[in-house]
Nanobody, 130 residues
Framework: QVPLVESGGGLVQTGGSLRLSCAASGRTFSSYVMGWFRQAPGKEREFVTAISWSGSNTYYADSVKGRFTISRDNAKNTAYLQMNSLKPEDTAVYYC???????????????????????WGQGTQVTVSS
């Protein structure tokens, strides 16, 4: 278990931007795949994006491709989600999560399931007004 704390959510107008942060505790942050999920009211949790331990590989859901950018700073034990051109349908609670890199090694990031991620943050609300 890796304690995770998200921040940066809020209310923004359509077309606006937000940057979410996910701060992790522990000395093995760099060995984890980091992912962001979101869940809107009445909908299933959606896998949004993920980044490999080195940052060299990323995955984006089609719904956010070209608008969202995931990054990480292993020296700061922090992952980021830059969200641009936000739409009302992006409104959701956003969760960051970690997957053990040694467990998911060899699996394309886009094939990972929520069950592959062992630690989760508490979530941060993102609301996009129309």
């Amino acid at each position: 278990q890796v304690p995770l704390v998200e921040s940066g959510g809020g209310l923004v107008q359509t077309g606006g931007s937000l940057r979410l942060s996910c701060a992790a505790s522990g000395r093995t942050f760099s060995s984890y795949v980091m992912g962001w999920f979101r869940q809107a009211p009445g909908k299933e949790r959606e896998f949004v994006t993920a980044i490999s331990w080195s940052g060299s590989n990323t995955y984006y859901a089609d719904s956010v491709k070209g608008r969202f950018t995931i990054s990480r700073d292993n020296a700061k034990n922090t992952a980021y989600l830059q969200m641009n051109s936000l739409k009302p349908e992006d409104t959701a609670v956003y969760y960051c999560a970690t997957a053990d890199g040694t467990v998911v090694a060899g699996h394309p990031l886009g094939t990972l399931q929520s069950t592959d991620f062992g630690s989760w943050g508490q979530g941060t609300q993102v609301t996009v007004s129309s």
